[in-house]
C-alpha cells in the first residue's frame, strides 16, 4: 500500500507543488481532534491508493502548518484539494462516502492519450518526442525534451524555433542558452565573462552570450549572483 506523506508548511514545495508537475496530488487537511476526518482519511488512501500511483495523497495537520491552511483558505476540516500542474483544479469540504472520493480521484487520473504523452516523453528520442508533440502540442515538458535533443545534434536553431511556441522558463532559458552557445561551458568561464563584461554595454551579441553563460552556471554557482551584479552595474 501507498503510505500518505505528511507534508509541512516547509516541505510544501516540494512534497507538493513540484510534485504536481508529474502526478496529481490530493491534499488531506486535517486535524487530530477532528472526529469527521478521522472517518474521511481511511476512505481517501484506500481510494487513492487504487490508481497504483498515478495519484498521490498528501496529509497536512492544519494546527502545526499554519501556512499551507491559509494558502488553501482552510474554513472548516476535513477539506480537501486537487493539486496539478501547481494549481488546485478540484476540491470538496467536509465527509465523503468511498462512492463520492472514488468520482473525486478518478477526475484526476490521466486519460489513455495523457498517458501515451508520458510514456513517449518518457522515451525520450526524437521520434517519440515528435510524436507526443503530436498528440499534445502545447507539452512544455516534451518541448524542452526535444530542444535538448536537437541542441545536442547541433540543431540549435531548430531548438531555438522550438522553445518559441511555450512561454519562457528556468529550463527553456537554459535550453535556449545551450542552443545559442552550442556547448555547455568554457572550460575558462570567468576569463569569458570578464573578456565578454568589457563589451556589454554597447554590444547585443556580447550581452546575449554572457547571460547565456550565466543561464549554463545556474543560481546554485556562486558565480552566478557575482557576475549578474557586475552586470547591473556595468549596464546602469
Known amino acids: 500500500m501507498n503510505v500518505a506523506i505528511d507534508v509541512t508548511d516547509a516541505t510544501f514545495e516540494t512534497d507538493v507543488l513540484a510534485r504536481s508537475e508529474q502526478t496529481p496530488v490530493v491534499v488531506d487537511l486535517w486535524a487530530p481532534w477532528c472526529g469527521p476526518c ?14 497504483g500511483g498515478d495519484v498521490v495523497l498528501v496529509k497536512v495537520n492544519v494546527d502545526e502548518n ?26 470538496f469540504v467536509g465527509a465523503q462516502g468511498e462512492t463520492e472520493v472514488s ?3 478518478a477526475r484526476l487520473l490521466p486519460s489513455e492519450e495523457e498517458t501515451e504523452v508520458q510514456r513517449l516523453i ?24 526535444l530542444g535538448e535533443v536537437l541542441v545536442g545534434d547541433d540543431r540549435g536553431d531548430k531548438a531555438l524555433e522550438l522553445l518559441e511556441r511555450i512561454p519562457e522558463t ?35 551579441a556580447a550581452r546575449q552570450e554572457y547571460v547565456d553563460l550565466l543561464e549554463l552556471l545556474g ?14 552595474t556595468r549596464l546602469f
Not at 478521522?38 to 490508481?51: A, C, F, K, W
Not at 518518457?122 to 525534451?145: T, Y
Open 170 to 204: 528556468a529550463a527553456t532559458r537554459r535550453v535556449a542558452a545551450l542552443a545559442r552557445s552550442g556547448a555547455d561551458l568554457d572550460q575558462d568561464v570567468e576569463a569569458t565573462l570578464e573578456a565578454l563584461l568589457e563589451r556589454v554595454k554597447d554590444d547585443d
Open 122 to 145: 518518457a522515451a525520450g528520442d526524437e521520434a517519440s518526442l515528435r510524436r507526443a508533440l503530436e498528440l499534445d502540442p502545447d507539452n512544455e515538458v516534451a518541448i524542452v525534451a
Open 66 to 91: 499554519p501556512q499551507t491552511s491559509q494558502a488553501f483558505r482552510v474554513q472548516s476540516i476535513p477539506a480537501v484539494y486537487a493539486v496539478k500542474d501547481r494549481k488546485v483544479v478540484d476540491g
Open 103 to 105: 468520482e473525486f480521484v
Open 38 to 51: 478521522q472517518t474521511l482519511g481511511p476512505i481517501i488512501e484506500r481510494v487513492v491508493d487504487g490508481t
Open 219 to 232: 543560481p546554485d554557482d556562486p558565480r552566478t549572483a557575482r557576475y549578474r551584479k557586475a552586470l547591473t
